[in-house]
Nanobody
């Protein structure tokens, strides 16, 4: 059974840092990623990492967030630095197990395809 369990969400002031973790079990993934949903907004992709190490970040977090995995690839991390109030959201971990590609960058934007999702961890940034 596939399980994704996020942790590390908290309330911090703007300019601070947090590290989110996602414990993964029950499968081998081709791709994993972090997504977020801010109050009143649609879910958006934050960062993804492919089996071959390729990463992709949303423009809004480039240079501030870093996605990584441990050597066993059973824990996914998101290091978030220089946090801003607009980063406030529920953050979700996701995994692509049934497909080899989980994202595609086009001139219209980035499209994601994930198969399993965690329940989320809340990040609140105060100004």
């Amino acid at each position: 059974q596939v399980q994704l369990v996020e942790s590390g969400g908290s309330s911090v002031q703007a300019g601070g840092a947090l590290r989110l973790s996602c414990a993964a079990s029950g499968y081998s993934s081709y791709c994993m990623g972090w997504f977020r949903r801010a109050p009143g907004k649609e879910r958006e992709g934050v960062a993804v990492i492919h089996l071959d190490g390729i990463t992709h970040y949303a423009d809004s977090v480039k240079g501030r967030f870093t996605i990584s995995q441990d050597s066993a690839r059973d824990t996914l991390y998101l290091q978030m630095n220089n946090l801003k109030p607009e980063d406030t959201a529920m953050y979700y971990c996701a995994a692509a197990v049934l497909r080899t590609d989980c994202f595609a960058v086009t001139h219209e934007g980035t499209y994601y395809a994930m198969d399993y999702w965690g329940k989320g961890t809340l990040v609140t940034i105060s100004s």
